[in-house]
């Protein structure tokens, strides 16, 4: 049987990531979620001290890009060796890391580390520029959308499973988040969100997760 790349992307929260988890499962692929090496570099920065300049002078970054190390172990995101699984999902993380993917040099080193990652097929991989940018040749492209307040509270409900509502941002205040994280996402001049033309759309809105993942799966076993 032949091995297929499996590029899904789509805007922030529209359910790209449980989908390719599942997805990969069923086939026996590799996951990777290419959103979380974003949000790696994006906490290096911010460990390093280096946000509020990065923002006056971006070539500050590039030092950092060159002893950056990202790998997944199952479920795990390990940056430089220690486990990040957490920390990448914190807020102040999610407010900065549409700024730090804006860069060119950021976005070349991931791509090459994603290639890589992908170079024996065999993956599915979620972001916002795999279909179009990292992986054009994927034989199977989905671009996932959904309504931004459906998006908001699917969020505050994964949000809410893990913390509680303690101190959680409002769904309102999550929503207006990840509008202006798909505005930035769509504005930048480096591989800026956008569907491929050869990409199978997807709203979720009133899908359920077993549906579109039983949709995607579909699609792929139609490819290999
Ligand atoms: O997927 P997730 O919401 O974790 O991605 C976080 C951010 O990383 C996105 O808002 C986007 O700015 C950036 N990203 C990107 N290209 C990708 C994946 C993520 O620019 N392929």
Not at 87 to 107: M, T
């Amino acid at each position: 049987k032949r091995k297929i790349i499996v590029a899904i992307d789509g805007p922030a929260a529209s359910g790209k990531s449980t989908t390719a988890r599942k997805v990969s499962g069923m086939l026996g692929y590799t996951y990777i979620d290419t959103g979380a090496m974003f949000r790696c570099v994006t906490l290096k920065a911010a460990r390093e001290g280096l946000l509020e300049k990065v923002h006056r002078e971006p070539v500050v970054i590039e030092p950092l890009l060159s002893s950056l190390t990202i790998e997944f172990d199952r479920d795990r995101v390990f940056l430089d060796g220690s486990d990040v699984t957490d920390a990448i999902r914190d807020n102040g993380v999610s407010r900065e890391v549409s700024f730090i993917s804006s860069l060119k040099p950021v976005r070349d080193r991931l791509k090459e580390m994603q290639r890589r990652m992908g170079d024996e097929r065999g993956v599915v991989m979620d972001g916002r520029d795999i279909g179009t940018v990292v992986f054009p040749d994927a034989e199977l492209k989905i671009f996932l959308v959904a309504d931004p307040a459906e998006r908001a509270r699917r969020r505050y409900a994964e949000l809410e499973s893990k913390h509680g509502a303690e101190g959680l941002p409002s769904p309102d205040e999550l929503e207006q988040e990840i509008i202006q994280r798909d505005r930035d996402d769509r504005g930048r001049t480096h591989a800026p969100l956008r569907k491929h033309e050869d990409a199978v759309e997807l709203d979720t809105s009133a899908l359920s997760i077993e549906e579109q993942v039983d949709m995607v799966y579909r699609l792929a076993m139609e490819r290999i």
